[in-house]
């Protein structure tokens, strides 16, 4: 198969001919999420360890390659392999709960997509921009995985494997955790 | 530019040398049964102590059920310790309907088991033999947890009446 020909195949089938041995249908993953994966982590991590945990996400996707369901989304899947990447980096530091019980209960009014126009969207992006590190780690991977990824709130709950509904209720508090420290450090 | 070749080539080169090699499926699909085997060890095993407690205790009612909610908390959250991301019957819903079923399913059949005369062949065979575990965990042979063992008067009342006087 010549480049072209990998260039026009979707995600999920450069997988699945990985999963049939085909190396270069690999290369061709790496180079389509290089980036995502490496702008994602760097949100998250220290700018030090980006490369080496980047380099773990696709050597981890290679080895475990067969796990992977062609009936689901491949980025979701990545994603999913760069988050616990990055989570067992955050735990090492201790900066990560063990546990979190908002996965306990159900938050049914919360599961609907909230949808917002362009305009608020970029606002809060420059927001979350502003203040970033002294997000949550919780909040977050949620925040970024939501305006700079834009993962729907399906996708998110792939990622990070807790309710679709959990999902809306984390991100209502971690907006209104990144309006409390904009305020706090920006003013009005 | 540069460097975005050197990151992909460099993850290819490791695949190509051999130094990196891809999980076949059956590891994938062993892994799973294990996962399914330990969760079915462990429902049974909750299914067993909680009937078990009940059978010794003659326990009924509310007592039951409180005695197969303990035990569902256990095993619910020993399981969504070592298994909430793995299975989606964990994580596609709020963990408090995960532990709701695995209650009533331990009730339900912890209730049937002890209904059931298991409990009572079990406790039969482990007084005529000698069995480690199972007939020092029945005690006395009555089920009364007293621990009088030989002594116990239930014993003596079962060995020649064949029946329990609890």
């Known amino acids: ?188 | 530019m540069e460097n975005n070749k050197n990151f992909s080539q460099k993850i290819v080169e490791q695949i190509r040398l051999g130094k990196i090699k891809s999980r076949p499926k059956i590891y994938f699909i062993l892994q799973t049964l294990l996962l399914l085997f330990i969760i079915g060890v462990s429902v049974a095993g909750a299914v067993f102590l909680a009937s078990f407690v009940a059978f010794g205790f003659s326990l009924k009612g509310s007592l039951f059920l409180l005695l197969a909610l303990a035990f569902a908390v256990l095993i619910f959250f020993l399981l969504a310790f070592l298994f909430s991301e793995k299975l989606t019957f964990f994580y596609k819903r709020p963990f408090i309907f995960g532990f709701l079923i695995l209650t009533f399913l331990i009730f339900i059949l912890s209730s049937i088991v002890f209904k059931s005369s298991f409990h009572q062949k079990v406790l039969n065979y482990a007084n005529k033999n000698n069995v480690p575990i199972l007939s020092p965990m029945y005690k006395c042979g009555c089920g009364c947890g007293c621990s009088k063992q030989a002594s116990c008067s239930c014993l003596k009342e079962t060995e020649t009446n064949k029946a329990c006087l609890h």
């Open chain 1, 1 to 188: 198969m010549n480049a072209v020909a990998y260039l026009t195949i979707s995600d999920e089938n450069l997988a699945v001919l990985t999963q049939k041995s085909d190396n270069n249908a690999f290369e061709f993953l790496v180079i389509r999420y290089e980036e995502k994966i490496k702008r994602y982590l760097s949100r998250m991590l220290n700018k030090a360890d980006v490369e080496d945990i980047s380099q773990n996400v696709f050597l981890k996707a290679f080895i475990n390659i067969n796990s992977f369901n062609e009936k689901l989304k491949f980025s979701a899947w990545i994603y999913r392999i760069a988050h616990n990447e990055a989570v067992n980096h955050l735990k090492k530091r201790k900066t990560l709960p063990l546990f979190d019980f908002d996965i306990f209960l159900p938050h049914q009014s919360y599961i609907k997509q909230e949808v917002e126009d362009e305009a608020t969207k970029t606002e809060i992006k420059n927001e979350i921009e502003a203040c970033l590190e002294k997000i949550t780690p919780k909040y977050k991977e949620i925040i970024l995985l939501f305006y700079f990824e834009d993962f729907s709130y399906q996708q998110i709950a792939d990622v990070l494997r807790i309710p679709q509904a959990t999902v809306g209720v984390r991100l209502k508090r971690a907006r209104e955790e990144v309006k409390k420290i904009y305020l706090k450090n920006y003013g009005e």
